[in-house]
């Protein structure tokens, strides 16, 4: 199984910041790597697939990029409705595996 | 509208079954993949398997943690697709969410195994 693992587990941000989480593969997954965000009591939402193709509706601040083994998303001008919680996911291979999660909270 | 509405969940003994639906409408279901995702309270989504289109064979794939005791399926007809839980272990409790090419998503049923 492709490992996931993402860093920070938690980032602490202010309204109009940018920030970055990392994400790292145990294995090479060209760039079959996808972004979600969750908010409590909702449903994952895609933000990014192919590593860095924005998926539609998602506001341009959110970003991605890498291949192989490292990824990142990169979050511009953060806005209120960005403070949530952050997972990448591998789908290069079955099982498909996500990371543990990036909780974003207002510094 | 495209709408993904996910029933069944229950409180259920160890050892207990389960057979949680989706229910799909919006959109040609039978020219869909459906996957299963689910989520442990405070932990993050787990794939737990999906099903090809029929067309495609309608075959199935799982991981290890629930190979033999989940099984998906699908009705066309109904525009409803099915999880099947069978020998469910308390580590098994969760939230339950389907989606189609992981822009669709449901909004969860909650699965509790406990005795």
């Known amino acids: 199984d492709i490992q996931m693992t993402q860093v920070p587990s938690t980032l602490s941000a202010s309204v109009g910041d940018t920030v970055t989480i990392t994400c790292r593969a145990s294995?090479?997954?060209?760039?079959?790597l996808a972004w979600f965000q969750q908010k409590p009591g909702q449903a994952p939402k895609i933000l990014i697939y192919?590593?860095?193709t924005l998926q539609s509706g998602v506001p341009s601040r959110f970003s991605g990029s890498g291949s192989e083994t490292e990824f990142t998303l990169t979050i511009s001008n953060l806005q209120p409705d960005d403070f949530a919680t952050y997972y990448c996911q591998q789908y290069t291979s079955y099982p498909i595996t996500f990371g543990q999660g990036t909780k974003l909270e207002i510094k | 509208e495209v709408l993904l509405v996910e029933s069944g969940g229950a409180l259920v003994k160890p050892g207990g079954s389960l057979r949680l639906s989706c229910a799909a409408s919006?959109?040609?279901?039978?020219?869909?993949?459906m996957t299963w995702v689910r989520q442990a309270p405070g932990k993050g989504p787990e794939w737990i398997g999906h099903?090809?289109?029929?067309?495609?064979?309608?075959?199935?794939d799982y991981p290890a943690a629930v190979r033999g005791r989940f099984t998906i399926s699908r009705d066309d007809s109904k525009n409803t697709l099915y999880l099947q839980m069978n020998s469910l272990k308390t580590e098994d409790t969760a939230v339950y969410y389907c989606?189609?090419?992981?822009?669709?998503w449901g909004q969860g049923t909650l699965v509790i195994v406990s005795s």
């Open positions: 294995q090479t997954t060209y760039r079959w």
């Open positions: 192919k590593a860095s």
């Open positions: 989606t189609t090419r992981w822009v669709v």
């Open positions: 919006g959109f040609t279901f039978k020219n869909a993949s």
């Open positions: 099903i090809k289109r029929t067309i495609d064979g309608g075959t199935t």
